[in-house]
């Protein structure tokens, strides 16, 4: 069936090459973007790799010839005259020859668009441990088996025997899928690329899916690489919407064909993505992502654990039973939510020392504040001891349990019930537990 599709192809290639040899430029683009179109198709469904190599330099040869003729179109003249000819000015640089021919390097729009591309892309080393990630642990377990085994077991993925190239974290907002992306890149000492939709969607015709391409090559330039989507929804909504765009069109289709080929060609390059919207996917992106894993809200013992890391070597006074108070108290916060209450926390000895009344003098020559009870109180504001030149002698007092309790009487949790339900069906349909 997909023979079909090659031969509609070359056939509009070559009324494209004979339109554009005689300057027809206006005739010649639409020809050139269905040949596209068609070539496309075919390498969603062409599974030689010799093939598959051979189609996407001819793809990627016409796509810079139909570009160069919009950017001629754009700018060289008003358009077709009344006979169907384009009235242009300047003729195009280059021109693909008929039925093709090698490329001589990369070319310039190529390494402009890399360049673009490498602005965008966050080369990093991020610096989080599976440590630091609280919970999650079959999530962590199926990472793992991703990226580290592979890498330092090479002798287990023999035979049948392949390791997962595709993960999509899905959950509620603020769960942690960004920072679980970021441990995954740590631990298996691979290049990050850390991209948003935004990054990949361009205005021009043909470049969204030039980026997308040029994207997969530099990771597998760069192996073993990650490729982190976030917010990929935005990106790959379902097919067939009203507000669907051409671009976002093309852009699904080339990371299918993408996405295919990291699986196909068993490259050092993982493909991970997040949403917050799972059921907003496309079938097809969906089905391309072999791993599906829920990230939920934290349990108890996560709670517990996101409060210490917090608040960090913070001075406080709290105990164990102090943490487990708090975890108990936060049933249905996300760890944002925990993170945006502990910087809170982290004022309100501030707040107090602005508006205490009374300073006690420590044994290091601190002024702390206290109530007027404490032994050694002085009867004294924060703005008086710095008329008096001891602004850096003042010390806030530590975090106590009272603070949170305060913050915690105004703070609710951000994700709704509605919202859990949703993710909780998506689990149970297409999913697994994290």
């Known amino acids: ?168 974290l899905y959950g509620p907002p603020g769960t942690g899928k960004s920072y679980l992306a970021k441990a995954v890149a740590t631990e298996a000492d691979s290049t990050f690329f850390s991209i948003s939709s935004s990054d990949l969607v361009s205005k021009w015709m043909g470049e969204s899916e030039k980026l997308v391409s040029n994207l997969f090559q530099m990771a597998r330039d760069n192996a073993p690489s990650i490729i982190f989507i976030d917010e990929i929804d935005s990106l790959c909504g379902q097919r067939g919407e009203g507000n669907e765009s051409e671009a976002s069109r093309r852009i699904k289709t080339e990371l299918l064909v993408q ?74 916060f996300s760890g944002s939510d925990i993170s945006v209450c502990v910087k809170d926390v982290l004022f309100e000895p501030v707040r107090k020392t602005q508006d205490a009344m009374f300073f006690f003098k420590s044994s290091e020559g601190m002024w702390i504040p206290c109530g007027p009870k404490q032994q050694g109180a002085v009867q004294i504001t924060m703005q008086e001891l710095a008329v008096k030149g001891l602004a850096s002698k003042i010390l806030p007092p530590p975090i106590t349990r009272t603070d949170f309790d305060k913050v915690l009487a105004r703070q609710r949790p951000t994700v709704s019930k509605g919202d859990l339900e949703v993710h909780e069906r998506f689990t149970k349909e297409f999913g697994e537990e994290g």
């Open 1 to 168: 069936m997909y023979s079909n599709f090659k031969e509609q192809a070359i056939e509009y290639v070559k009324q494209a090459v004979q339109e554009d040899n005689a300057g027809n430029y206006a005739k010649a683009f639409p020809l050139y973007m269905n040949a596209l179109e068609y070539f496309k198709t075919h390498l969603k469904y062409e599974k030689n790799p010799k093939i598959r190599e051979a189609i996407t330099m001819k793809f990627t040869e016409y796509l810079r010839r139909a570009e160069e003729i919009r950017t001629v179109l754009d700018e060289g003249g008003p358009g077709p005259s009344s006979n169907g000819d384009a009235a242009v000015a300047t003729r195009p640089k280059t021109k693909p020859k008929d039925g093709g021919g090698e490329g001589d390097g990369e070319d310039p729009e190529q390494a402009k668009l890399r360049a673009g591309l490498n602005s965008a892309i966050i080369r990093e080393k991020p610096n989080v441990n599976w440590n630091d990630v609280a919970g999650l642990e079959s999530a962590k377990q199926a990472l793992q088996e991703a990226v580290i085994l592979p890498v330092k077991f090479p002798q287990f993925f023999t035979g049948k025997r392949r390791p997962w190239r595709a993960f999509l």
């Open 259 to 332: 996405m295919q080929g990291v699986g196909n060609n068993d490259e050092k390059v993982l493909v991970l993505a997040a949403t917050n919207t799972p059921y907003a996917l496309d079938q097809a992106i969906r089905r391309r992502f072999d791993k599906r894993i829920y990230i939920p809200l934290p349990d108890l013992k996560a709670r517990q654990h996101m409060f210490k890391v917090h608040l960090g070597d913070t001075p406080h006074n709290l105990t164990e039973s102090d943490f487990e108070h708090l975890a108990s108290k936060t049933e249905g």
